[in-house]
């Protein structure tokens, strides 16, 4: 099969290497679509340590059922499916528990680490775990069906969040998380919705998905005091944070209200601080959100219905040959570039 492997930072290569052999309990795809995340960029230039050359990279991915493994039911080949990008064990505390994005021996496809190698879905072909496959809705399509992955963290963060109906809620940062998590938290009920960027091109996209109001941040911008004059003096009731850096948590920090939470997914930065008596004297929740824990069915049906849309986020879908032009133009963070779509 052709697959798109990285050989070395910044180096993609289009080769043909051998298909993968489905397990017993194991599931064979024909990728369709399959999104470049932004994780894949900072592991094409080695920053994340975490795609570790040479492997096969991808896993916001959809297809179609090619061939499933003797101990697998239910699935067959030419249905429609999505899949989780993690693999859990099913067997330890936090699998148990529900908790699977926790797991003790989690694994990520198209991650290499210095723990495991799991090549991904920047191929014609990729085998996965049954228990993480889904079926993907009728009228949901290839290149919508790949942008699970990126809404069950949005989703996930939301439901971290536990908003109350017609809460006020602060989403920091209108990249691709920031967008689907606005669209999450509509889903969740809450009242007003505001999104603040430092790009203007960013805010208007998130008007267009839903946020009352939109602040842009930089040039002197103090976005805290512009929070609480949009809540008669108190702070939002709910801070989503999804960047990742010092100055965004602390701007988080300052813009809930007393006894509010805010909700940490932007892991940009290893480490970040802030203020603590701000959260102690002031009664803070500050909760961190990881991935997604048994989200994508609730997803696929938010996606299904137009809850949640994705379409307006697709910059570009272009085939797999053009890889390496893509990543080099998402590495340079071209202007209005956002979601990008491989099709094997």
């Known amino acids: 099969m052709r697959a798109l492997v990285l050989n070395e930072y910044k180096r993609l290569d289009l080769m ?15 990728v369709r679509s399959c999104g470049i995340c932004g994780s894949d960029v900072h592991g094409y230039d080695g920053t994340s340590g975490r795609r570790i050359p040479p492997v096969i990279m991808g896993h916001e991915a959809s297809g179609e059922v090619a061939r499933t493994g003797p101990a697998v039911s239910g699935l067959g080949p030419g249905d429609r499916v999505t899949f989780d990008s993690m693999i859990c064990c099913q067997n330890c505390i936090y699998c148990r528990h529900g908790r699977p994005n926790l797991c003790e021996d989690r694994r990520v496809l198209g991650v290499s680490c210095d723990d495991y190698r799991r090549h991904g879905a920047f191929a014609e072909y990729v085998a996965v775990p049954d228990h993480i496959v889904f079926r993907v809705p009728d009228g949901v399509e290839f290149d919508e069906a790949a942008m699970v992955e990126p809404v069950s963290v949005a989703v996930h963060a939301a439901a971290r969040a536990a908003p109350s109906l017609g809460d006020r809620a602060l989403v920091v940062g209108a ?25 203007a091109d960013r805010l208007r996209l998130a008007k267009e998905l839903g946020a009352d109001e939109t602040i842009q941040a930089g040039s002197g911008t103090d976005v805290p005091a512009a929070v609480r004059e949009l809540t008669h003096g108190l702070g939002a009731d709910l801070v989503m944070e999804a960047v990742g850096a010092d100055a965004t948590v602390a701007m988080s920090i300052d813009s809930v209200r007393k006894g509010g939470r805010v909700v940490l997914i932007g892991n940009i930065a290893p480490t970040v601080t802030f203020g603590l008596q701000s959260v102690v004297t002031r009664e803070i929740d500050v909760l961190g959100s990881c991935a997604s824990s048994n989200d994508y069915p609730a997803c ?45």
Do not use: H, W
């Not at 990249?175 to 790009?199: P, Y």
């Open 16 to 30: 043909d290497v051998p298909s993968p052999e489905p397990g017993s309990n194991e599931v064979l795809v024909r």
């Open 300 to 344: 696929l049906d938010l996606m299904s219905r137009g809850a949640i849309r994705v379409r307006p986020l697709l910059s570009a879908s272009v085939p797999l040959e053009r890889g390496q032009e893509m990543f080099d133009r998402l590495y340079a963070r071209e202007p209005g570039l956002t979601k990008v779509i491989l099709q094997p």
């Open 175 to 199: 990249g691709m998380i920031g967008l689907l998590t606005l669209q999450a938290l509509r889903a969740a009920g809450c009242g007003r919705i505001f999104s603040v960027d430092l790009a």
